[in-house]
């Protein structure tokens, strides 16, 4: 069994920087592409970033490029979400996940393998 539990969230003005983290349990962390998503009230959760398992392929939406970095530390089984430039619009529940590919993790939003809590981010204007 593999589980998720993010933090970092919290409120930020705009332009102000988070950094969330997302610890995973389990020795099988390195078989699994990881990712963010998020989801503001009343929309869909989206796809925010993902990173591969040894970490050399990093994907983002382009509303996040250039904001947002992801990365993974294998020895300590935890994924990053560095949100830098944050904008109002970026205010959501954000949710970390884990796919068995990367190729999954690109895919539909309810193909991932494991999913944790979320923690909220609020951005002020």
């Known amino acids: 069994q593999v589980q998720l539990v993010e933090s970092g969230g919290g409120l930020v003005q705009a332009g102000g920087s988070l950094r969330l983290s997302c610890a995973v349990s389990?020795?099988?962390?390195?078989?699994?592409?990881m990712g963010w998503f998020r989801q503001a009230p009343g929309k869909e959760r989206e796809f925010v970033a993902a990173i591969s398992w040894s970490g050399g392929s990093t994907y983002y939406i382009d509303s996040v490029k250039g904001r947002f970095t992801i990365s993974r530390d294998n020895a300590v089984n935890t994924v990053y979400l560095q949100m830098n430039s944050l904008k109002p619009e970026d205010t959501a529940v954000y949710y970390c996940?884990?796919?068995?590919?990367?190729?999954?993790?690109?895919?539909?939003?309810?193909?991932?393998?494991?999913w944790g809590k979320g923690t909220l981010v609020t951005v002020s204007s």
């Open positions: 996940a884990a796919a068995i590919s990367i190729a999954r993790m690109r895919g539909p939003v309810d193909g991932m393998d494991y």
């Open positions: 389990g020795r099988t962390f390195m078989r699994y592409a």
